[in-house]
């Protein structure tokens, strides 16, 4: 799964996702957390950013809460679930993120979590499904789930899920609105195979939801 990742905007974060509007307070953040608000990339001719809460809130939902189940969506069964099998034909995002935790069981002590990241000044273009929910207000409330797939190779010893990963010719595909056939997107949806992702411990204050700080991704020490 995916429970918490990273953003560090760039001066080139616009133009690396050909992003056309403008988010001013756009800030980075280091323990993005369920529930949140996400800056998150769709397309709407051309692509454009907006905010919107982690954790689906089907537009049939009769409350926000079922967001919070609903985070993370299992790539091998998008087609099969209704919340996501219409979302996959019309309704796929981008989720820009610098890099992700996962939490390794390490038994009597307890769950250990790894900074997983890309290189220096590159993101990880998650790929992402959105819905829009009416509040008993009568707002509209826009969500979003992470997709998952099988971790790569050197990651399996640390968990049995991570985030879908997109390759870069897959990115445009993936926002497409001429796409919908679910035969073409599905394959998209693999472990990365790029590059090796670097990882390592750091301190458990990460599990804090409510905590922000650069010093969540530093190693820890031996």
Known sequence: ?????????????????????????????????????????????PNRLMRMRWGLIPHWAKEANVGYKMINARAETLTE???????LRSQRCIVPAS??????????TGKQPYYIHADASEYLPFA?????????DGNEVYSFTIIT?????????IHNRMPVILEPAAEAVWLDPDVT???????????????????????KAVNR???????????MQA
């Open 1 to 45: 799964m995916c429970g918490r990742f990273t953003l560090e905007p760039t001066t080139t974060f616009y133009e690396r996702f050909e992003i056309t509007n403008r988010i001013d307070d756009l800030v980075p953040r280091y323990n993005i957390a369920p529930g949140q608000d996400v800056p998150v990339v769709i397309h709407t001719s």
């Open 81 to 87: 679930r209704p919340a996501y099998r219409g979302l």
């Open 99 to 108: 890099g992700f935790y996962e939490w390794q069981d390490t038994g009597k």
């Open 128 to 136: 992402g499904l959105y819905d829009t929910w009416v509040n008993p």
């Open 149 to 157: 797939t099988q971790p790569t190779v050197n990651l399996q010893a």
């Open 181 to 203: 056939n679910a035969q073409e997107l599905t394959p998209l949806l693999h472990p990365y195979t790029i590059r090796p992702l670097e990882f390592y411990p750091v301190s």
């Open 209 to 219: 939801a409510g905590f922000d700080a650069p010093l969540l991704i530093q190693k």
